[in-house]
């Protein structure tokens, strides 16, 4: 239930206004009919133009000045500041008119705010959905607290709780949930609710790649492209996830059909390109055993296919003491 009958507020206001005035502000904003509508398509009904549309909506506000004093639309002023405050001075434009008008009176809370002196409407731009707050120089504000914050998820590069954003961004809560609600380039991700850029694939995926890269997201180790595809789903094609994975640079093949992520610290390349980055890389000669236990770190191969490759004898050798060294070491 909601505190104020908002639809008998609007009505009382509008009393004072001539009928046709009365009625050009009532389909401005939509308060009988639920559907806003616009200068031209007023001004076509009542034979004027959309700039005398617009004017007598001026006018229309001007001789309802005097109404604001009233205790009643006060109250409700009062009410939708200590809203505001609760909320950091600054709400989504949906979820501002869903909160307060509990969805039967969106149209009438709109057209309050709008004729409150104290509260201003930011339309939506590249950055932020349509909002409004409570102080009229707030945008250059909000706009250095987004950029500091998409600054620290780049430098992150993780999907972080609200808490943790909090900490970072050492904003009050109230602020800061109010700006990652109105923020376009930050949502949550489906599964856990916690933040990211909306180009991550953990936010937005796009196609059996991002899918796929959230599975070993969750799952935390190398997986054969038959079970990466049961996973995604079970129209999943096992084939057409291989022939992704395969060519992007985010997965390493890291046995027969099995991938592992780059960022885990996998290599590219064949056993044999494994064990010549390892001894490049050591500089020293390695033991059979030193040798085996690095490249079955990024390889997931038997034993016998890595001894296979290290009995090349035009890249690897051994010297007196036994151990593996590069040709020409």
Request: charged fraction near 40%.
């Given at each position: 239930m909601s505190q104020f009958n908002y639809s008998k507020i609007c009505e009382d206001i509008f009393e004072i206004?001539?009928?046709?005035?009365?009625?050009?502000?009532?389909?401005?904003?939509?308060?009988?009919?639920?559907?806003?509508?616009?200068?031209?398509?007023?001004?076509?009904?009542?034979?004027?133009?959309?700039?005398?549309?617009?004017?007598?909506?001026?006018?229309?506000?001007?001789?309802?000045?005097?109404?604001?004093?009233?205790?009643?639309?006060?109250?409700?002023?009062?009410?939708?500041?200590?809203?505001?405050?609760?909320?950091?001075?600054?709400?989504?434009?949906?979820?501002?008119?869903?909160?307060?008008?509990?969805?039967?009176?969106?149209?009438?809370?709109?057209?309050?705010?709008?004729?409150?002196?104290?509260?201003?409407?930011?339309?939506?731009?590249?950055?932020?959905?349509?909002?409004?707050?409570?102080?009229?120089?707030?945008?250059?504000?909000?706009?250095?607290?987004?950029?500091?914050?998409?600054?620290?998820?780049?430098?992150?590069?993780?999907?972080?709780?609200?808490?943790?954003?909090?900490?970072?961004?050492?904003?009050?809560?109230?602020?800061?949930?109010?700006?990652?609600?109105?923020?376009?380039?930050?949502?949550?991700?489906?599964?856990?609710?916690?933040?990211?850029?909306?180009?991550?694939p953990e936010i937005r995926p796009k196609g059996v790649k991002d899918r796929a890269y959230l599975v070993f997201k969750k799952e935390q180790k190398p997986l054969h492209f038959i079970e990466i595809a049961k996973l995604i789903s079970e129209d999943a094609h096992a084939q057409t996830v291989h022939n992704e994975l395969i060519k992007d640079n985010r997965f390493v093949l890291v046995g027969r059909g099995i991938y592992a992520l780059k960022e885990w610290g996998y290599k590219s390349g064949t056993v044999h390109d494994i064990i010549l980055k390892i001894l490049k890389e050591e500089k020293k000669p390695l033991s059979k055993d030193q040798l085996l236990k690095k490249v079955q770190k990024q390889r997931i191969v038997k034993e016998n296919t890595i001894l296979l490759n290290l009995s090349n004898g035009k890249c690897f050798s051994k010297d007196e003491n036994g151990n593996y060294i590069l040709k020409n070491f």
């Open positions: 206004l001539p009928d046709r005035q009365k009625e050009i502000l009532e389909r401005r904003f939509g308060i009988l009919t639920g559907e806003k509508e616009t200068l031209d398509s007023i001004g076509k009904d009542f034979n004027l133009t959309r700039e005398r549309v617009r004017q007598i909506e001026k006018e229309s506000f001007a001789k309802m000045e005097r109404e604001k004093e009233k205790e009643e639309i006060k109250k409700v002023f009062f009410y939708f500041e200590k809203y505001f405050k609760e909320n950091g001075g600054i709400k989504r434009e949906d979820i501002l008119l869903k909160d307060l008008g509990k969805d039967k009176f969106n149209k009438h809370i709109y057209f309050l705010l709008t004729f409150a002196d104290d509260f201003f409407r930011i339309p939506e731009d590249d950055e932020f959905y349509t909002f409004w707050s409570a102080e009229k120089e707030t945008v250059g504000r909000i706009e250095n607290i987004l950029k500091s914050i998409l600054k620290k998820f780049k430098e992150i590069n993780k999907l972080l709780s609200e808490d943790e954003i909090l900490k970072k961004a050492k904003q009050e809560p109230q602020i800061l949930h109010s700006l990652l609600e109105i923020a376009k380039k930050i949502e949550q991700d489906k599964e856990n609710n916690y933040y990211g850029l909306t180009d991550w």
